[in-house]
């Protein structure tokens, strides 16, 4: 897979998870959850994708990874994973 398809196919992730927040907000009562701004949305799909997949990768495939997500997410900061 190249990285243009790679970057699409983050996009389209992106966009899946931006939707289930969206249904996800409007199927739970509003004083169970706090509202999430797209912007802390963006951070914890970073956060999550980056958590979960890292350590299953190469050192060099893991910089590879990141920069694919960077190229999704261009003005999401990563944060350390501890």
Known sequence: MCRQESVAEFQHLCVFVSSLCRCI???????THVQVSDEDEY???VQALRLN??????????QR??????DVFPNVPFKGIC
Not at 25 to 31: F, I, P, V
Not at 53 to 62: G, I, M, V, Y
Not at 65 to 70: E, K, M, P, T
Request: glycine share 0%; net charge positive; charged share 25%.
């Open 53 to 62: 997949t890292l350590s299953k990768l190469t050192f060099a495939d893991s």
């Open 25 to 31: 907000s409007c199927l739970l009562s509003k004083s």
């Open 43 to 45: 951070k914890l799909v």
């Open 65 to 70: 990874f990141d920069a694919l997500v960077r």
